[in-house]
Each structure stands twice: as structure tokens, then as C-alpha cells.
Nanobody, 125 residues
């Protein structure tokens, strides 16, 4: 079983930066597409960013494009989400997700097989 584990959340002022990390244990990490999603109180979980197994294909939600950067280090079994110019509306629990069924990259929650426990990001105004 693959277990993604997020870290790096916290409290930051508007305009600040945070970097989230997601380490995945178990099977071969380098063959999996990885995604970041977030869920604010009272809202549905939404797509943030995704990266293909080799890093050659990357998708972003329009709301974070130009501010967030997803990357991966397959040697460390880790995917990152660098978040700059943070806004109060970025406040949410951020989840890392892994797609193990094939090598496709997806932008929906249904497209992922394993999820982390989430890490809280709070942006104060």
C-alpha cells in the first residue's frame, strides 16, 4: 500500500510563501502521477496542481497559476508544492494524492487512488 504523507503547512501572512512536501512510501513512486488538492471549510475538495510521473506534464488550477509551482524528486519519493503570493482565499487543508492505476495525469479527485491525511494552510490578511 502506498501512503502519501504531507508536511509543511502552517500560518502565513498574505503575500507570504510556504512549501508543502509529500513523501510516498511503498511501491515505485517514479511511475505515479501526483496531485495536490485543497478543501476549505464548507466547500468541496478542489484541484490545485498535478504532475506526471516524469515531470513533463503539469497542470494548475486557474486560481493558483503563476503563484504555485509543483515539482517532484523521484530519487526522494517526494513531490512539492511551492506556494508564493499567498492570499486569504488559499486557506484550506491541502491534500496530496497519488494515481497508481496507470501513468495518466488527472485533475479530478476520482482520478487518484491514495490520499494523504492533509496539512492545514492558513493565510491571514
Amino acid at each position: 500500500q502506498v501512503l502519501p504523507v504531507e508536511s509543511g503547512g502552517g500560518l502565513v501572512q498574505a503575500g507570504g510563501s510556504l512549501r508543502l512536501s509529500c513523501a510516498a512510501s511503498g511501491r515505485t513512486f517514479s511511475t505515479y502521477a501526483m496531485g495536490w488538492f485543497r478543501q476549505a471549510p464548507g466547500k468541496e475538495r478542489e484541484f490545485v496542481a498535478a504532475i506526471s510521473w516524469g515531470g513533463g506534464i503539469i497542470y494548475y488550477a486557474d486560481s493558483v497559476k503563476g503563484r504555485f509551482t509543483i515539482s517532484r524528486d523521484n530519487a526522494k519519493n517526494t513531490v512539492y508544492l511551492q506556494m508564493n503570493s499567498l492570499k486569504p482565499e488559499d486557506t484550506a487543508v491541502y491534500y496530496c494524492a497519488l494515481r497508481a492505476r496507470d501513468t495518466l495525469i488527472m485533475r479530478t479527485t476520482e482520478g487518484y487512488d491514495y490520499w494523504g491525511q492533509g496539512t492545514q494552510v492558513t493565510v491571514s490578511s
